[in-house]
């Protein structure tokens, strides 16, 4: 069983920044493909970003190109987003998740194909 715990949520005024961090008790850190989705009010959880197990090769969604950025330390079990930019339509309860032995693609845009995921940090952005 691997407990991923995610902190660095809060509120910030809509072009300012956000660190988040997600700290994974896994052992063997370095087996897991890492993610962070997102769930905004009344709507679906929805991809955001996920990075291959040595951090390599990073995936986003099309709305966070050029804003957030995926790294993971696997030294320190800890995967990160960092939020520029932000914007209004990025307040959602922000999870990361942890997929063993998963390989970086088009799969890992979708919730299923995880096996772990953290109980979430809210990020609200006022306009």
């Known amino acids: 069983q691997v407990q991923l715990v995610e902190s660095g949520g809060g509120l910030v005024q809509a072009g300012g920044s956000l660190s988040l961090a997600c700290a994974a008790s896994a052992r063997t850190f370095n087996t897991y493909l890492m993610g962070w989705f997102r769930q905004a009010p009344g709507k679906e959880r929805e991809f955001v970003a996920a990075i291959s197990r040595s951090g390599g090769t990073t995936r986003y969604t099309d709305s966070v190109k050029g804003r957030f950025t995926i790294s993971r330390d696997n030294a320190k079990n800890t995967v990160y987003l960092q939020m520029n930019s932000l914007e209004p339509e990025d307040t959602a309860v922000y999870y990361c998740?942890?997929?063993?032995?998963?390989?970086?693609?088009?799969?890992?845009?979708?919730?299923?194909?995880?096996?772990?995921w953290g109980q979430g940090t809210q990020v609200t952005v006022s306009s």
């Open positions: 998740a942890a997929d063993y032995g998963g390989n970086l693609g088009k799969s890992s845009e979708y919730g299923t194909q995880y096996d772990y």
